[in-house]
Nanobody, 117 residues
Framework: QVQLLESGGGEAQPGGSLTLSCAAT????????MAWYRQAPGKQRELVAH???????KYGEPVKGRFTVSGDNGKKTLALQMNNLKPEDTAVYFC???????????WGQGIQVTVSS
C-alpha cells in the first residue's frame, strides 16, 4: 500500500510563488506515475502535471509556462513549483500516484493553496 505525504502550500499574492512537495512511502516499487491535480470550489478536479516514470512532465494548459514539477523517480517524490500565481490557481491541490503492479491509484489528503491580494 502506498501513502502520499504532501507539504507546502498556503497563501500567496498574485504574481507570487509557492512550492508543494509530495513523497510516496510504503510499497512504492511499482509506482510509475506521479501527478498533481487540483480542485477549485464548485469545479471538477483537473490535472496540473504528471510524470510517467522518469520521463518528461506533462502540464495542464492553465499552468503551462508557470508551474514546474521535479522529483526523484527512485524515491517517488514530486515537487510542484508554482510561479506567477493567479487568483484562479486557488484550489485544493492533490498529489496522485498510480502503481502498475497493483493497478491501484492513491490520492494525498489535499493541501490548500490560496492566491489573493
Amino acid at each position: 500500500q502506498v501513502q502520499l505525504l504532501e507539504s507546502g502550500g498556503g497563501e500567496a499574492q498574485p504574481g507570487g510563488s509557492l512550492t508543494l512537495s509530495c513523497a510516496a512511502t510504503g510499497d512504492i516499487s511499482t509506482t510509475n506515475i506521479m501527478a498533481w491535480y487540483r480542485q477549485a470550489p464548485g469545479k471538477q478536479r483537473e490535472l496540473v502535471a504528471h510524470v510517467f516514470g522518469g520521463g518528461t512532465p506533462k502540464y495542464g494548459e492553465p499552468v503551462k509556462g508557470r508551474f514546474t514539477v521535479s522529483g526523484d523517480n527512485g524515491k517517488k517524490t514530486l515537487a510542484l513549483q508554482m510561479n506567477n500565481l493567479k487568483p484562479e490557481d486557488t484550489a485544493v491541490y492533490f498529489c496522485y500516484s498510480f502503481s502498475s503492479g497493483t493497478s491501484r491509484a492513491t490520492w494525498g489528503q489535499g493541501i490548500q493553496v490560496t492566491v489573493s491580494s
